[in-house]
């Protein structure tokens, strides 16, 4: 059975930080390509950053320079760390495989001014 659970997110000042991760299940894990998505209210859901199987990265603009995608291919495991964060930062924030084609629950992140 596939599982995506993402976890860490939370309420931050703007500047601040916070780790998201998610753990994955039932998923040829190193060979998959993972992305981070995120949701705000009344807006579609948008690509934040991707990692491939052999850690190539990609990031939206609007983020590059203050958020970092990893994975750790021995815990099954994929991070989001987002510096700097700003109000237009908030939002759920989702994980997703290439692979499964399956999505995380959500973690929502509030960045307050």
């Known amino acids: 059975q596939v599982q995506l659970v993402e976890s860490g997110g939370g309420l931050v000042q703007a500047g601040g930080s916070l780790r998201l991760s998610c753990a994955a299940s039932?998923?040829?894990?190193?060979?998959?390509?993972f992305g981070w998505y995120r949701q705000a209210p009344g807006k579609s859901r948008e690509l934040v950053a991707d990692?491939?199987?052999?850690?190539?990265?990609n990031y939206a603009d609007s983020v590059k320079g203050r958020f970092t995608i990893s994975r750790d291919n021995a815990k099954n495991t994929v991070y989001l760390q987002m510096n700097s964060l700003k109000s237009e930062d908030t939002a759920t924030y989702f994980c997703?495989?290439?692979?499964?084609?399956?999505w995380g629950q959500g973690t929502q992140v509030t960045v307050s001014s």
């Open positions: 997703y495989s290439w692979g499964a084609g399956r």
């Open positions: 039932g998923i040829p894990f190193s060979s998959d390509r």
């Open positions: 990692i491939r199987s052999g850690g190539m990265t």
